[in-house]
C-alpha cells in the first residue's frame, strides 16, 4: 500500500527555519527514490530536492545551499531541513516517490503526499 504522510509544516518569519518530515510505506520507500516538490498560488508544481539512488541528493537552484534532504532507513521517511527562509519559499510542499532516473521532474513521479502548507513572512 502506498502512503506518504508530511508533517512540520507552519508559519516562519524570513530567515527562520522549519524541518518537514514525510512517513512513507516501507514498500513505498523501498521501490522509489523519495523527494520534495512545492507549489506556490498560481505556479506550477516544482520539483526541491530528490533524494536519488546511493543517497544522491539534487535540489534546485532557489534552495541550494539552504536546504537540505535526508532519509531515515529505519523509519521510513524522507525529511526537508529548510534554513534561511524566504517569503518566495511560501508554498504547499509535497512529499514525492517517483522513478530514480526522474529527478526533479514532476512527471516522474508515481505517487503524492497530501502536502503540507509552508507559510513565511517578511
Known amino acids: 500500500q502506498v502512503q506518504l504522510v508530511e508533517s512540520g509544516g507552519g508559519s516562519v518569519l524570513s530567515g527562520g527555519s522549519l524541518r518537514l518530515s514525510c512517513a512513507a510505506s516501507?514498500?513505498?520507500?523501498?521501490?522509489?527514490?523519495m523527494a520534495w516538490f512545492r507549489q506556490a498560488p498560481g505556479k506550477e508544481r516544482e520539483g526541491v530536492a530528490v533524494?536519488?539512488?546511493?543517497?544522491?541528493?539534487s535540489y534546485a537552484d532557489s534552495v541550494k545551499g539552504r536546504f537540505t534532504i535526508s532519509q531515515d532507513n529505519a523509519k521510513s521517511t524522507v525529511s526537508l531541513q529548510m534554513n534561511s527562509l524566504k517569503p518566495e519559499d511560501t508554498a504547499m510542499y509535497y512529499c514525492?516517490?517517483?522513478?530514480?532516473?526522474?529527478?526533479?521532474?514532476?512527471?516522474?513521479?508515481?505517487?503524492w503526499g497530501q502536502g503540507t502548507q509552508v507559510t513565511v513572512s517578511s
Open positions: 514525492a516517490a517517483g522513478a530514480c532516473s526522474g529527478g526533479l521532474d514532476r512527471n516522474r513521479v508515481a505517487y
Open positions: 533524494m536519488g539512488v546511493g543517497g544522491r541528493r
Open positions: 516501507e514498500y513505498t520507500y523501498r521501490s522509489y527514490c
